[in-house]
């Protein structure tokens, strides 16, 4: 599949020869000036721009191009350019190849601009959502220095014989998958058998952890095996531990030092093999100090506690657009909508990012989920998300309503998009970013307002307004 016309910019010979594996028609120019004349005569399909321009340059030809062309644009790099050059090019609208190994990605760039397929959705950035392997294994998101940490934690405690492992964080900030993630690294083939010590009295969890034997009380009408003796060689999770009734820490502090136990009205030692893991929501020091928690099976838990940080703090916050952007792309909620909305606003990342996530990783979870169910449009706005479902209106669509009281829908699109400007000092690149749509649209935009440099605005509804004001009435 081959373009009608493609224009070069730049003096590399073997950008040339490459435009002319996918056209017979290429036009050289040698620098922008050049280029800006070659394009208004021809009209080209696709400009190839060489990698001896700088971004600012490429970011000025493509304003100074605005409304002559409409052509797709690809930038060639010299091979060292990272994601996060490539999100740069994306955002003014243009492809990116970086250097000769991308080379062969030129012709499906063609095709999808045969079938009119924008950039955007063509030169999708791979969002590294994992640190390394392992990470991705369990599925523990993030790239902040929280997470780098937890990671190297969980690396150092798996590759010891620490056993056993405790795990502090508050509610919401995955305290299991840290113990899958130790658990993969230590026992990756073994069982990994968890249990919530919250949710169970203090009989059920006794019976649930050491198991009975036939006749041991009045409904143990058969043996049971517990979750001791099924983790085998591998990990058993208690989740919640300062939950557990105190007599039954006792029980616990035994199997912890003894490395056998009994099943409940048994005689016959056990052995525990397994790595016990446990977590807590609460200081458990604190618990001890406080008489709500054993201060001896504390000591002994807390070899090489794994703290966790909560998602509103310094060295964890920067994951909150990356823990959104997984959800939406993992999300099974509404099947329907897994292949329609396809990305965020920034207005809709920047709430995410200014709430504080008391209910952590978890309530971030449903406020992704529940914005992906009212979505109707291919981006989630800021109108889905929605941080307090029970309370009767939200902020922001009081907020969105205020803004555009009085105002028509242009005048409210108007008055918007000149505040931005003049807040981001007329840099049309993160104004363009603040609202959510391309530079190119908000060029279109900035057009049909009349919005000047300095920020002042003239409608064309209202120029037409004060036109038709100031004429004389027609006399019959």
Excluded at 292 to 303: C, K, P, Q, T, W
Aim: negative net charge; proline residues 4%.
């Amino acid at each position: 599949m081959t373009l009608s016309s493609i224009v070069t910019i730049g003096k590399d010979s073997e950008i040339q020869q490459l435009a002319m594996t996918v056209s017979e028609n290429v036009f050289a120019a040698d620098d922008t000036a050049e280029a800006l004349d070659v394009v208004t005569r021809v009209n080209p399909d696709l400009i190839l721009f060489d990698h001896w321009f700088s971004q600012n340059e490429i970011d000025a030809f493509m304003t100074q191009a605005d409304g002559l062309t409409d052509t797709h644009v690809v930038i060639v790099g010299n091979g060292s350019g990272d994601e996060q050059t490539a999100g740069q090019f994306k955002e003014i609208g243009a492809h990116y190849l970086n250097g000769k190994q991308d080379y062969h990605r030129l012709p499906n760039i063609v095709k999808q601009i045969k079938q009119n397929i924008p950039a955007s959705s063509t030169d999708k950035v791979e969002i590294p959502f994992f640190v390394n392997d392992l990470a991705a294994t369990v599925g523990m998101v993030g790239q902040s220095q929280a997470t780098r940490q937890t990671l190297k934690m969980i690396d150092t405690v798996a590759a010891s014989q620490c056993n056993p492992i405790l795990v502090i964080g508050p509610t919401g900030t995955g305290k299991e998958v840290v113990a899958r993630a130790i658990h993969q690294q230590r026992h990756p083939d073994r069982p990994f058998v968890a249990v919530n010590c919250a949710a169970l009295t203090s009989n059920l969890l006794e019976s649930e952890l050491f198991g009975h034997v036939k006749g041991s009380f009045t409904s143990a009408d058969r043996e049971k095996t517990g979750l001791l003796e099924m983790a085998e060689n591998g990990s058993i999770f208690l989740d919640e531990i300062s939950e557990m009734p105190l007599e039954l820490q006792a029980k616990l502090l035994r199997v912890i030092q003894e490395k056998t136990f009994r099943k409940v009205g048994g005689t016959k030692e056990i052995a525990c093999k397994a790595t016990i893991i446990a977590s807590s929501n609460r200081s458990l020091k604190q618990e001890a100090q406080a008489h709500r928690f054993r201060e001896d099976l504390y000591h002994r838990l807390s070899i090489f506690p794994i703290v966790l940080s909560p998602l509103s703090s310094p060295q964890r916050c920067e994951d909150i657009p990356l823990l959104a952007e997984y959800f939406l792309k993992t999300s099974t909620i509404s099947p329907d909508k897994s292949k329609t909305i396809k990305s965020i606003t920034k207005l809709a990342l920047k709430a995410l990012a200014e709430h504080d996530w008391s209910g952590n990783v978890r309530e971030l979870r449903n406020v992704m989920e529940r914005a992906i169910m009212l979505e109707s449009t291919d981006k989630i706005g800021l109108s889905s998300i929605v941080i307090d479902p029970e309370q009767p209106r939200s902020f922001f669509t009081e907020t969105i309503e205020q803004a555009v009281k009085d105002f028509s829908l242009a005048k409210a699109e108007q008055e918007l998009i000149a505040r931005v400007l003049r807040e981001t000092n007329f840099q049309k690149t993160k104004a363009a970013k603040l609202l959510g749509i391309s530079r190119a649209t908000l060029y279109a935009k900035v057009k049909q307002h009349n919005i000047d440099a300095e920020g002042n605005t003239e409608s064309a509804v209202e120029a037409t307004t004060e036109a038709s004001a100031s004429e004389p009435a027609a006399v019959a």
